[in-house]
């Protein structure tokens, strides 16, 4: 070895020497800054020397080691803390079963020693018990309460050691949200929570019959103007209700003076005079028949408020949608109904409120406007985009930046809302459909929402121009920048009498009506599938 290599080789042990002792260093005091000096100065040496990079290598292959041989360990210990704490639960659950059993069988046999008076006695006392158990719990004054149920377990002398194991599940009620607590029998039908299972109602028919109970006297008649054929028409029904039927007829107004003008014998028909008697009409008619196509069904609901007497709708329009009855068949359809029971569909309405100034909350208080189709929110004759801001129960929905929109009930969606590319839905289904109408927007798809919802519909202060409220495309309202439009579901619904039942006739509306999805059928000769 020459003198210089003799100088290197010293220099190697020099650094190794540095290094390990100031890698124990780090060990005992952890001072990173003196640590990072030694290393500089050792990884600076590294390249020089391949002694230096095998070492390296074995410590940290070491090192690894034994980081694999403490994980399996740590593995093969936790393994065995899982077996026996999984056997300690086992021995636990099956002490609990079988002291369970065995209580259980007690209570039976202390139940069949018990007379009808003590159980009741008991069941008395158990009612006392739970309710000072636990006094923040309800019982039915709040909603339907699941422990209502977990307390059926027959009383006996060990019931409250029973009511432990047999309330395993934590008790809890539903409730039903503003309306409080009333109805829960109705809301049962919905859903029970029995032992805490939630579950729906049975889905039967819920198709709803309507059976006079005595027989109907009052009939209004209702008639598409400006028809030569529907009055004609109306003059003969007329005639059959009283000579036939014995009943009293009432018309409009200007039906009345048409029937007059054609033949004194209408002399005992009757008509309204004022507003005030139109209010009090649905106290007097049994039944509403209305002569005309959808609009006629439409303007016969308006007439009502409130109540609506249940509507049979013959059909002398051209689409007659909600018009199933044919004109040509009155007699017998008439004859069905006034002494049959007949399936009718709740078509629900909304209600709709302008509220002017809405931003500084000047609520205008007025009787809502009641719409069996829709309500249409538009540009009207302005040439700017309608600008809306939607709310619904107080959440954002969106802004409607487009011709207009449609808040439209599910009778309404074969309507305007249809026209405007809302889905079709079936008139027992409880929702509110919000279709916009030509929104200048790539992702503006139409919602159904919940029948419960209340909208607002606000034209923003800041906006360019005004919109139009129209109402079944009647009664056009202006509505400045800060007013607002608000809509729910009303509680008067109009009851149309079906042909056969709700869902043949609205199928038979979408066939026949719209021609829903007809097409040629494929033939069967083509190429094989
Ligand atoms: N672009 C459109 O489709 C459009 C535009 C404006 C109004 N309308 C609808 O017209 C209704 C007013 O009806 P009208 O007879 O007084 O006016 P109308 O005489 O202009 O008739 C409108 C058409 O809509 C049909 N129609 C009405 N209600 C329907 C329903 N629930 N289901 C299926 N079709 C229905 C009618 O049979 C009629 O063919 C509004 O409530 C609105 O829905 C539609
Ligand atoms: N009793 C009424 N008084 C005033 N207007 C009515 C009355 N009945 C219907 N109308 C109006 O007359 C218009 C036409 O009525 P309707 O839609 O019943 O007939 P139609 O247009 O011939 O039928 P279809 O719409 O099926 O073609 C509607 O705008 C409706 O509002």
């Not at 008395?124 to 209502?148: R, V, Y």
């Amino acid at each position: 070895m020459s003198a210089d290599e003799l100088a290197d080789a010293r220099e190697v042990c020099d650094a190794r020497i540095n290094l390990s002792m100031a890698t124990s260093y780090q060990t005992e005091n952890g001072d990173i800054t003196k640590v990072n000096s030694v290393e500089r100065a050792a990884y600076a040496f590294i390249p020089q020397t391949p002694i230096r990079s095998t070492d390296a290598h074995l410590e940290e292959f070491s090192e690894a080691m034994r980081t694999v041989a403490k994980t399996l360990r740590q593995v093969v210990e936790g393994k065995a803390a899982a077996q026996a704490e999984a056997a300690e639960w086992k021995r636990k659950y099956e002490l609990e079963v079988a002291s369970k059993e065995q209580k259980h069988h007690n209570v039976i046999k202390g139940c069949s020693n018990y007379g009808k008076d003590k159980l009741e006695e008991l069941a008395s006392q158990m009612a006392l018990e739970t309710a000072s158990i636990d006094q923040t719990s309800c019982c039915g004054n709040h909603g339907i309460c699941s422990h209502q149920i977990l307390q059926d377990e027959c009383p006996g002398p060990n019931r409250i050691a029973d009511e432990k194991i047999v309330g395993r599940k934590a008790p809890f009620r539903l409730l039903w949200g503003c309306d409080g607590d009333k109805n829960d029998q109705h809301r049962r039908d919905f859903v029970s929570f029995e032992k805490g299972d939630i579950k729906t109602a049975e889905r039967s028919n819920k198709q709803i019959l309507l059976k006079w109970e005595s027989p109907p006297q009052t009939v209004l008649l209702v008639t598409k103007p400006n028809s030569n054929s529907v009055l004609a028409l109306c003059a003969e029904m007329v005639r059959w209700l009283k000579e036939h039927n014995n009943m009293n007829v009432i018309v409009e107004p200007r039906v009345s003076k048409e029937l007059l003008t054609e033949d004194s014998y209408f002399n005992f028909i009757q008509t309204w005079n004022n507003g005030q008697e139109v209010k009090a009409l649905h106290t007097k008619v049994d039944l509403i028949v209305t002569l005309g196509g959808d609009g006629t069904v439409l303007w016969a609901g308006s007439l009502f408020k409130g109540p609506v007497p249940p509507v049979v709708a013959f059909s002398l329009g051209s689409l007659g949608f909600m018009t199933p009855f044919p004109s040509e068949q009155y007699r017998e359809c008439l004859a069905n109904v006034l002494k049959r029971p007949f399936s009718i569909t709740l078509r629900s309405r909304l209600q709709c409120h302008v509220v002017r100034n809405a931003a500084k909350n000047e609520v205008e208080i007025e009787e809502p406007i009641l719409v069996l189709n829709e309500v249409t929110i538009d540009r009207g004759l302005s040439s700017y985009l309608t600008y809306l801001e939607c709310y619904c129960d107080g959440s954002f929905v969106t802004c409607v930046q487009g011709d207009g929109l449609i808040i439209s009930t599910t009778s309404g969606s074969t309507a305007y809302s249809l026209a405007a590319g809302g889905s079709m839905v079936h008139p027992q289904v409880p929702g509110i459909l919000f279709t916009p109408i030509c929104p200048h927007s790539l992702s503006f798809r139409p919602l159904i929402l919940p029948e419960y919802v209340t909208l607002r519909v606000q034209v923003p202060c800041n906006s360019r121009g005004q919109a139009w409220a129209s109402f079944d495309g009647k009664g056009r309202i202006q509505l400045g920048p800060g007013d607002a439009l608000i809509c729910s579901i009303s509680p008067w619904p109009v009851p149309t009498a079906c042909l056969v039942d709700s869902t043949t006739d609205f199928l038979r509306s979408i066939h026949e009506g719209l021609h829903w999805n007809l097409r040629k059928s494929q033939s069967f000769d083509g190429p094989p599938a």
